[in-house]
């Protein structure tokens, strides 16, 4: 597999919206589900922009000839916080454990320390995701804490673990 790991452009709006459908359909991990998130093209293609010009938002997405692969995401906390920032990342179920999460990982921490001179990146994970935990460890991550029924699905709760990495 021929990937690439680059900022997501405005023209990537609506593949974006189409790729959070799938990899909300295919995993019980993320804070949404098979109906992604509620923003049309338009708002779609303002958020790209806007985080294109953000010195508060690193972005990135795998590519294959064009389709979205994966994304990976740090939002830079406010004041007395902007020494950290919060990781969010997916991947379509057909690449996961073929090296573009963690191509993406890499590419985004590499950018909060250098560019954005983070100190400390925080997640929240399902405690019941191995896979995801192992490769946050695989770059350093520690877990801090467990948030008792953090996620709701139906009727039933998940917990998550707090995990930073500290540069």
Same mark, same amino acid.
């Given at each position: ?38 923003? *049309? !093209?338009?708002? /779609? ?10 010195? #508060?938002?690193?972005?990135?997405? @795998? &590519? ?25 990342? *997916? !991947?379509?179920? /057909? ?10 990982? #890499?590419?985004?921490?590499?950018? @909060? &320390? ?54």
């Amino acid at each position: 597999m021929s990937y690439t790991i680059e900022k997501p452009v405005s023209g990537d709006a609506e593949q974006l919206l189409a790729y959070l459908k799938q990899v909300g359909s295919e995993s019980d991990n993320l804070s949404f589900g098979p109906e992604g998130l509620p923003f *049309s !093209v338009s708002e /779609e293609r303002d958020f790209i922009l806007a985080a294109q010009d953000s010195k #508060k938002t690193i972005w990135y997405v @795998a &590519k294959e000839n064009g389709r979205i692969l994966g994304d990976c995401n740090i939002d830079v906390l406010p004041r007395r916080f902007s020494h950290r920032g919060e990781l969010g990342i *997916s !991947v379509i179920r /057909e690449c996961w454990n073929g090296g573009i999460g963690s191509a993406l990982i #890499k590419k985004t921490l590499e950018t @909060a &320390k250098n560019e954005l001179k983070l100190e400390i990146i925080t997640l929240e994970v399902k405690s019941d995701n191995v896979s995801a935990i192992h490769l946050y460890e695989k770059f350093g991550f520690e877990k801090f804490g467990t948030f008792k029924k953090f996620f709701k699905k139906g009727t039933e709760y998940f917990d998550a673990d707090y995990m930073n990495l500290y540069f």
